[in-house]
């Protein structure tokens, strides 16, 4: 079985999530950025996008993983995994 989604869609949608919610800047918004130095997010921000991925894939991410997430490219690894 295939995965609901690939990860340019997960990337979008992570993306969206940046813009809208967190009014981060779209040109600011890569792979490679560091949720916290790059887009200076606090741990609340991190913990409602978990959320937000929660709603979206249907799964929760465990302790440990979210743990690990420092970049947006972690958070559409993680999301993916779920998938």
Sequence with gaps: MG?????E????????????ELEINEND???EANLFE?????SIDAVDIAVRMQKFTDKKL???EFKK?????????AV????
């Design 3 to 7: 995965n609901k989604y690939s990860k």
């Design 9 to 20: 869609e997960i990337f979008e949608a992570v993306k969206n999530i940046l813009i809208e």
């Design 29 to 31: 918004i890569t792979l």
């Design 38 to 42: 790059d887009l200076d997010l606090d």
């Design 62 to 64: 465990s302790p440990s």
């Design 69 to 77: 997430i420092r970049t947006v490219g972690d958070v559409v690894n």
């Design 80 to 83: 993916f995994g779920l998938l």
